[in-house]
């Protein structure tokens, strides 16, 4: 008996051990915001096969990463702009936009087939720099993309799951405020990506113009997810 007794012991011992050496995982308490370094854009893109700038000054990197929230009608979502100075040093900008398009344009689509959700994905040399609608200018759609058809008419954004078309939509790069910046996207985008501050478009577009000067006027625009962050 006493045997039996020292042996349980000595197992139980050995069970306490190991659960003081075992550690708990830490939780991770960063942000999303903290993801969102140029060393992770490159391992994210790197990961599904899409080219990264890196030689040159003004090469742009153009990357939306749209955040995993179905709610409509916010500037939730963001672009990042990365690129080398004239002293070969990198140059990271980080500013709010929507890769969605706002709540009235969900509700009421212009398309029969629903509203233009772009599908993510690298899009080479796809925009240039004109007149968006003939007003101002931005990055406008020069080659076909692929979209999703939201067509249920509610305010809720359906990824992945909507039916897919393709085409020449005018999903351009652009702004929304003229003067200061809009809190709600509302009819700012029926599918294109949009700056929510004009001083932010307006720092973007003076890259752009740098870059087509150097390079010509085609520019490559990248979307991404938030999981493809939260996966790393």
């Not at 500037?75 to 990271?92: G, R």
């Not at 932010?200 to 520019?219: T, V």
């Given at each position: 008996?006493?045997?039996?007794?020292?042996?349980?012991?000595?197992?139980?011992?050995?069970?306490?051990?190991?659960?003081?050496?075992?550690?708990?995982?830490?939780?991770?308490?960063?942000?999303?915001?903290?993801?969102?370094?140029?060393?992770?854009?490159?391992?994210?893109?790197?990961?599904?096969?899409?080219?990264?700038?890196?030689?040159?000054?003004?090469?742009?990197?153009?990357?939306?990463?749209?955040?995993?929230?179905?709610?409509?009608?916010?500037?939730?979502?963001?672009?990042?702009?990365?690129?080398?100075?004239?002293?070969?040093?990198?140059?990271?900008?980080?500013?709010?936009?929507?890769?969605?398009?706002?709540?009235?344009?969900?509700?009421?689509?212009?398309?029969?087939?629903?509203?233009?959700?772009?599908?993510?994905?690298?899009?080479?040399?796809?925009?240039?720099?004109?007149?968006?609608?003939?007003?101002?200018?931005?990055?406008?759609?020069?080659?076909?993309?692929?979209?999703?058809?939201?067509?249920?008419?509610?305010?809720?954004?359906?990824?992945?799951?909507?039916?897919?078309?393709?085409?020449?939509?005018?999903?351009?790069?652009?702004?929304?405020?003229?003067?200061?910046?809009?809190?709600?996207?509302?009819?700012?985008?029926?599918?294109?990506?949009?700056?929510?501050?004009?001083?932010?478009?307006?720092?973007?577009?003076?890259?752009?113009?740098?870059?087509?000067?150097?390079?010509?006027?085609?520019f490559t625009y990248t979307l991404l997810e938030e999981q493809d962050f939260r996966a790393l």
């Amino acid at each position: 008996m006493l045997e039996i007794f020292k042996k349980l012991l000595a197992a139980a011992v050995e069970i306490m051990a190991a659960k003081a050496e075992k550690k708990e995982p830490e939780e991770d308490t960063r942000s999303f915001e903290d993801l969102l370094t140029i060393d992770n854009v490159r391992a994210v893109m790197k990961s599904k096969g899409y080219t990264f700038f890196e030689n040159g000054a003004f090469n742009l990197n153009l990357v939306g990463i749209r955040r995993g929230s179905s709610k409509s009608n916010k500037f939730d979502d963001y672009f990042m702009m990365m690129y080398k100075d004239q002293a070969a040093q990198w140059v990271i900008k980080r500013f709010p936009v929507t890769t969605d398009p706002g709540k009235y344009w969900l509700e009421n689509p212009t398309n029969p087939k629903g509203t233009a959700i772009l599908i993510p994905g690298q899009h080479k040399s796809t925009w240039k720099i004109a007149k968006h609608q003939g007003k101002y200018e931005a990055l406008c759609q020069r080659k076909p993309l692929r979209v999703w058809r939201d067509n249920n008419k509610d305010s809720v954004l359906d990824f992945h799951s909507s039916p897919e078309d393709e085409g020449y939509f005018g999903i351009n790069i652009h702004r929304s405020n003229p003067y200061t910046e809009s809190s709600q996207v509302d009819k700012w985008s029926a599918g294109c990506q949009v700056f929510k501050k004009v001083a932010n478009f307006n720092e973007f577009m003076g890259c752009c113009r740098e870059s087509a000067a150097m390079y010509g006027d085609s520019f490559t625009y990248t979307l991404l997810e938030e999981q493809d962050f939260r996966a790393l």
